[in-house]
């Protein structure tokens, strides 16, 4: 189990990278700066959240039952950061509601792990 949440999250991580590249250098001259900025919101979380996958590897590693919130983790990259670049590159208002399910996944995932944590004698 840990080993997927460390590939996943260095695929979200360096994905992230190559997102926000393209974004600055691909995507600048045809979206607006506002879209060009939803974009970018998608690449911080899908980066902060890619990195928090490590960090609940590590965790795990010590005995933390974080299988669960891991995959909470990835599901609120696939649901808020997802929904962004769809919502940003192809005007999909659509997907408007389906951003904060991400945002929910990612508090849920946060929380669970802090009660895990807690729970847990190290």
Same mark, same amino acid.
Not at 20 to 32: M, P, R, V, Y
């Given at each position: 189990? =840990? +080993?997927?949440?460390?590939?996943?999250?260095?695929?979200?991580?360096?994905?992230? &990278?190559?997102?926000?590249? *393209?974004?600055?250098?691909?995507? +600048?001259?045809?979206?607006?700066?506002?879209?060009?900025?939803?974009?970018?919101?998608?690449?911080?979380?899908?980066?902060?959240?890619?990195?928090?996958?490590?960090?609940?590897?590590?965790?795990? +590693?010590?005995?933390?039952?974080?299988?669960?919130?891991?995959?909470?983790?990835?599901?609120?990259? &696939?649901? *808020?950061?997802?929904?962004?670049?769809?919502?940003?590159?192809?005007?999909?208002?659509?997907?408007?509601? =389906?951003?904060?399910?991400?945002? &929910?996944?990612?508090?849920?995932?946060?929380?669970? *792990? &802090?009660?895990?944590?807690?729970?847990?004698?190290?």
């Amino acid at each position: 189990m =840990i +080993k997927w949440m460390l590939v996943l999250g260095a695929a979200f991580a360096g994905f992230a &990278v190559i997102l926000g590249a *393209f974004a600055a250098h691909g995507l +600048k001259a045809t979206l607006s700066s506002a879209s060009l900025q939803v974009f970018q919101t998608g690449v911080q979380y899908q980066m902060y959240h890619g990195l928090a996958l490590i960090l609940f590897a590590l965790v795990a +590693k010590q005995g933390v039952a974080l299988v669960g919130p891991a995959a909470l983790l990835v599901a609120g990259i &696939v649901l *808020f950061s997802g929904s962004l670049y769809l919502l940003s590159t192809l005007g999909w208002k659509w997907l408007g509601p =389906i951003t904060p399910l991400g945002g &929910v996944c990612f508090i849920g995932a946060w929380v669970w *792990f &802090v009660v895990q944590v807690s729970r847990t004698e190290f």
